[in-house]
């Protein structure tokens, strides 16, 4: 009993350690906002503790871990959606996102990211940002590998528009 304490311990560090960085990036691509991302990278992170029994396989920690951010944003789309609200930032025109510090590039990318169907910007950043592979991606968002496929390039013309969009305006 001891033991399975300790590997359980061990599993979870491994887990946070290998794959808070990755998380986090993903969470941010997905709500633009820095603080928002560092509390639901925190929420991830308690979500795989709470569920480390669930773990079945190790092999398949990442896409395990993957699918529970995709969810935890998902979630928080929707408690976004049932509170209907405008900050004084956007009253202001001034954007929530957190820019500082990044290339004009990574900015265009940013905003146009943000303006992605949800289902498009989870395709784009499993595998365009976070590497993950179309049967990886598959499993993480619960649909088949044809289906990522698909939406990996009707999302990649996409981005492509909206970056040549917002490229083309400077």
Known sequence: ???????????????VRD?????????????????TAEDLTQDVFVKALVGLGGLADTA???????????????DHWRRRRLVRWVSL??????????????????VVVQSALAKLAPEDREVIVLIG???CRAAEAAEVLGVTTAAVQKRWQRAQRRLLELVGGEGGAR
């Open 129 to 131: 940002s976070c590497g």
């Open 89 to 106: 930032e956007k009253l202001r025109g001034h954007r929530g996102a957190d820019h500082r510090g990044l290339s004009d590039t990574t």
């Open 1 to 15: 009993m001891a033991f399975q304490a300790v590997g359980r311990r061990e599993l979870y560090e491994d887990l």
């Open 19 to 35: 794959f808070s960085r990755p998380v986090f990036d993903y969470i941010w691509r997905m709500v633009d906002d820095r603080a």
């Open 60 to 74: 398949r920690a990442r896409s395990w871990v993957f699918a529970i951010a995709a969810n935890v944003v998902r």
